[in-house]
């Protein structure tokens, strides 16, 4: 490892992490799943629209997304999780 790999290098201490908690039930732990989003045929110039897959994490106690997981910003009314 030379001089500039070291340098670009982050010493980081499990200290220094803070974790995440879920805002609607405090729990800690998060699956990651796929959320399917449509990109029209008009946009990609293909004969038909596309799938695309998008990771996530969801809460694995209570099933919600964190605002800051959301692919979209999806305003709270328009989401069907809630």
Same mark, same amino acid.
């Given at each position: 490892?030379?001089?500039?790999?070291?340098?670009?290098?982050?010493?980081?201490?499990?200290?220094?992490?803070?974790?995440?908690?879920?805002?609607?039930?405090?729990?800690?732990?998060?699956?990651?799943?796929?959320?399917?989003?449509?990109?029209?045929?008009?946009?990609?110039?293909?004969?038909?629209?596309?799938?695309?897959?998008?990771?996530?994490?969801?809460?694995?106690?209570?099933?919600?997304?964190?605002?800051?997981?959301?692919?979209?910003?999806? %305003?709270?009314?328009?989401? %069907?999780?809630?």
């Amino acid at each position: 490892m030379n001089y500039k790999e070291t340098m670009n290098k982050p010493n980081i201490k499990p200290s220094d992490m803070k974790p995440i908690v879920c805002e609607d039930c405090g729990g800690m732990y998060f699956r990651q799943v796929m959320a399917i989003n449509k990109v029209s045929k008009f946009l990609t110039g293909q004969d038909k629209d596309t799938m695309v897959p998008v990771p996530v994490f969801r809460c694995d106690d209570c099933g919600s997304i964190p605002d800051e997981f959301q692919p979209i910003k999806l %305003k709270k009314n328009d989401r %069907k999780d809630t």
